[in-house]
């Protein structure tokens, strides 16, 4: 292909708090990518979130929306503004992130999870223990108890009750063991699934597609099931024993954030979320209205999110190098607060593209992301 052929049409949503921050800098390193691999890049900016709120009066408007699904692929900061905390239902900003996932059918969420060697010496994990963690998450991201009806809060006899309702048909199940299934075959052919099958029905029934979609199509992939409450402490104990961990929409929330202790902050956490047309990515953390604003936000997860996008958009060689890019900047401990460092989002930023095409960087790490 040569390279004026190559063009990506990214709708790019900062969002609210560090959102705007993190997504400058990603959008810098991205920018680079496109300069030095030689692919036109066209980027547009959209509200969601309490941006779009106090803009539209809506979360999700439908200009946004829109943009999203004529795009590539779509770049997202972090939603949430404690000034809208006190809305509920769908003029949330969370429910406009929901409502957007939902709609663009992207019902996996990949969540890789590695501790890079200069992290891991400052880990509040033993480093031993840590070092060789390389997870997979496989989150479901359309169903499940963010999605369930009845949902609600209801009021009977002067008494509030809320409501909401933990469901999967099979169907949504064997389609996130599938995607679980086929990384494993592209990784260590190993897949923890993870449930509470000792409580919930619709954990019992999870188990059982999940052996079946294991049994038919995957027999040459080993396969452990973990109750939540169990895996939770084995991620910390012993982080390599996974290597794809397939989860529900909850779980693989709560543990994500979890896991993100082991490289020492939810800032450097990547996520692509897939399964249609276009490709939703996003960093792991949210908004973090703590440190909204003052450039001190940890702009790694938005950067590597980047990667998976390019890896999935056939630019492996520019994820390669925003990967290296990465790995040379934590070496040169271009770090910021969150992990001990002095640095500031842009300095991480622009440390991450002189190494990745600028002074030349020393070692290329291959993953490519896609389904
Ligand atoms: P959070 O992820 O925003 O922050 C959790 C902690 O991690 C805070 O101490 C924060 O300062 C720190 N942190 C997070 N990202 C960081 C970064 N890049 N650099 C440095 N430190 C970072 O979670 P929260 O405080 O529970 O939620 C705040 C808001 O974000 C809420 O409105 C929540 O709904 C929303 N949220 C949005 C997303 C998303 O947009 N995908 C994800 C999670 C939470
Ligand atoms: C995440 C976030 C979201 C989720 C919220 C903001 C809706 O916590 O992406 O991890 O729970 O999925
Ligand atoms: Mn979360």
């Given at each position: 292909m040569s390279g004026v052929s190559r063009s990506h049409n990214i709708a790019v949503l900062p969002g609210d708090g560090i959102g705007p921050e993190v997504t400058d800098a990603a959008l810098q390193v991205l920018t680079e990518a496109a300069e030095a691999e030689g692919f036109g890049l066209e980027f547009s900016t959209y509200c969601i979130g309490g941006s779009a709120l106090d803009r539209?009066?809506?979360?999700?408007?439908s200009t946004t929306r829109a943009a999203c699904e004529a795009a590539d692929a779509v770049l997202l900061g972090a939603i949430g503004d404690p000034r809208w905390d006190h809305e509920t239902g769908s003029r949330r900003c969370e429910a406009a992130l929901l409502e957007l996932r939902r709609h663009l059918g992207v019902f996996a969420n990949l969540r890789p999870v590695q501790v890079y060697e200069d992290l891991a010496v400052r880990s509040p994990v033993k480093s031993g223990r840590i070092a060789a963690t390389d997870i997979l998450i496989v989150r479901e991201l359309t169903g499940g108890v963010y999605f369930g009806t009845p949902r609600g809060v209801t009021h009977a006899n002067g008494l509030r009750t809320g409501v909401n309702t933990m469901a999967y048909c099979e169907d949504e199940v064997a389609r996130i063991a599938r995607v679980a299934f086929g990384w494993a075959r592209r990784r260590r052919f190993h897949v923890t699934s993870v449930d509470k099958a000792n409580v919930l029905e619709v954990s019992q029934l999870w188990r059982t597609v999940v052996d079946e979609v294991h049994a038919r199509e995957f027999p040459d992939v080993s396969l452990t099931h973990l109750y939540v409450d169990n895996a939770a402490m084995q991620l910390v104990l012993q982080?390599?024993?996974?290597?794809v961990l397939l989860t529900g929409n909850l779980f693989g929330d709560i543990l994500s954030d979890l896991v993100a202790a082991l490289p020492g902050s939810l800032g450097v956490l990547p996520s692509a979320s897939l399964g249609a047309s276009v490709g939703l990515f996003e960093p792991v953390h949210g908004s973090a209205p703590g440190i909204a604003g003052r450039g001190r936000a940890n702009p790694v997860g938005a950067i590597l999110s980047v990667a998976m996008m390019l890896d999935t958009l056939g630019e492996g060689t520019a994820a390669a190098r925003i990967r290296s890019g990465v790995a040379d900047a934590f070496r040169a401990g271009v770090m910021t607060a969150d992990l001990g460092?002095?640095?500031?989002t842009t300095d991480v930023g622009a440390a991450v593209c002189r190494f990745a095409f600028g002074l030349g960087s020393a070692n290329m790490q291959a993953a490519g992301y896609g389904i």
């Open positions: 539209f009066d809506v979360p999700l408007p982080p390599d024993a996974f290597d460092g002095t640095a500031s």
